[in-house]
């Protein structure tokens, strides 16, 4: 067992970066973790797609820094939950997926963390498939399960009101939802979830099943949200993802597409930079006089450093310099999407950058079409997610990034 660091100052800067709320209140989990005691705690993760983002890099950060406390971290995977569908936030019922769609989905998800998270050594953190248990529970332990909570809580929130304006279904199944993620904590004994603050009322339905039934007061902390300039948060809904998957260059270059707006909550929730660092950052950022592009360098920098190493952080910044910057290349390029084997001359003119099929193909072969700065003159190119994050000039002042 590893050992526990009870260092005031490190657990303040843990239980404050970035947190939106803790419960039932900070200073009762602190008093906990200056005692010295090893704490169980974890968050989940659907896996509703093939790969995690950088939404979903901020609680497994925060995740990583209890592990560097010495504290027992669980990675959950919803394979369970995943089949149902989480409602929050949706307008509409989510589209269910099998089990086997949630195992394919999520069989990197280990290797895409592991920036964030030890797997090994000395504290490893853990992964557990949360059908481990849920598989298990009959009809019977189901209506227990259900009869902690009312009909009345379920409708209380916020995208159950607007459905019941819009006259939306809301399925049963869907009211179950917090009730299976509520048990993951029972079935695990954690004392703590963390997760980000649009998870409120499902880590709090947790909270609520681990006092009727095993008496026992669990914390529940809220993360920020990494949101843009419009409020809408970072994610595969929004499409505004930064997928972990992504290559270091794409990477780089993605975060470097983010508003100015996102370069202080961007530090704040997706690094590790010291306090004072921090602090200095938001200071400069102030002053007029300092160009906003060269925090976000380092923001990438940064980003990409945690996902993918130092060398190839560093390469990353050098190719996006040399390929975007030397040659004046806008940084908020527009994205628009790709169907897969599209080509070229097509999505030319799905992204509005020529006007016909005969337009694009009369562009290219004059030469005025180029991928990542180099000069495309084959106007039967095929493009495939092999060019997903590339940028696409066309003429002198057309700009758009591929999306897939």
């Known amino acids: 067992m590893s050992k526990v660091i009870n260092d005031e ?7 404050d970066r970035g947190v939106e709320n803790i419960f039932p209140s900070r200073e009762e989990l602190k008093k906990v973790l200056i005692s010295g005691k090893r704490i169980r705690l974890y968050c989940g993760y659907d896996p509703t797609a093939k790969s995690l983002h950088i939404g979903n890099a901020i609680s497994v950060n925060k995740l990583g820094q209890f592990q560097k406390l010495g504290h027992e971290i669980i990675f ?8 149902i569908g989480d409602p929050t936030d949706k307008s509409a019922t989510r589209t269910k997926i099998t089990r086997e769609e949630t195992l394919e989905n999520s069989k990197n998800y280990q290797k895409q963390v592991s920036g964030y998270l030890k797997f090994d050594g000395e504290n490893p953190a853990k992964v557990l498939y949360n059908s481990e248990w849920s598989d298990k529970i009959n009809f019977k332990d189901l209506i227990e399960i259900s009869s902690n909570f009312t009909v009345q809580q379920m409708l209380q929130r916020d995208m159950f009101q607007q459905r019941l304006k819009e006259e939306k279904p809301i399925y049963l199944h869907e009211f179950l939802y917090p009730l299976a993620q509520g048990y993951d904590s029972v079935a695990m004994d954690v004392d703590l979830e963390i997760g980000g603050n649009d998870q409120m009322f499902n880590m709090l339905c947790g909270r609520d099943l681990m006092k009727s039934i095993k008496n026992k007061d669990k914390f529940v902390l809220t993360m920020k949200l990494l949101t843009d300039d419009t409020g809408k948060k970072m994610g595969k809904t929004e499409g505004n993802v930064v997928n972990l998957d992504e290559n270091s260059e794409n990477m780089f270059g993605q975060v470097m597409a983010w508003s100015d707006g996102l370069i202080v909550p961007g530090f704040e ?3 590790n930079l010291p306090e004072e ?10 002053d007029s006089d300092n160009n906003p592009r060269d925090f976000k360098l380092k923001l990438a920098y940064e980003i990409t450093k945690i996902n993918h190493g130092e060398d190839a952080a560093r390469g990353a910044r050098d190719y996006f310099i040399k390929t975007f910057s030397q040659k004046e290349i806008p940084e908020d390029i527009p ?13 030319l003119v799905s992204a509005n950058v020529a006007s016909s099929n005969s337009d694009a193909r009369r562009k290219i072969e004059q030469g005025g079409v180029e ?3 180099n000069k495309i003159d084959d106007w039967k190119l095929v493009l495939d997610k092999s060019y997903e994050g590339k940028v696409i000039k066309v003429g002198k ?8």
Do not use: P
């Not at 959950?76 to 939950?81: A, E, K, N, R, S």
């Not at 002042?397 to 897939?404: A, C, E, N, Q, S």
């Open 9 to 15: 100052k490190l657990i303040d800067e843990v239980l």
């Open 76 to 83: 959950l995977i919803g394979d369970f939950t995943g089949m």
């Open 269 to 271: 929730l997706c690094t």
């Open 277 to 286: 660092e921090l602090a200095e950052i938001r200071e400069k950022m102030k």
């Open 335 to 347: 994205e628009v999407k790709a169907e897969e084997s599209m080509k070229l001359i097509d999505y």
């Open 371 to 373: 991928i990542d700065g």
């Open 397 to 404: 002042k057309d700009f758009v990034r591929i999306k897939f």
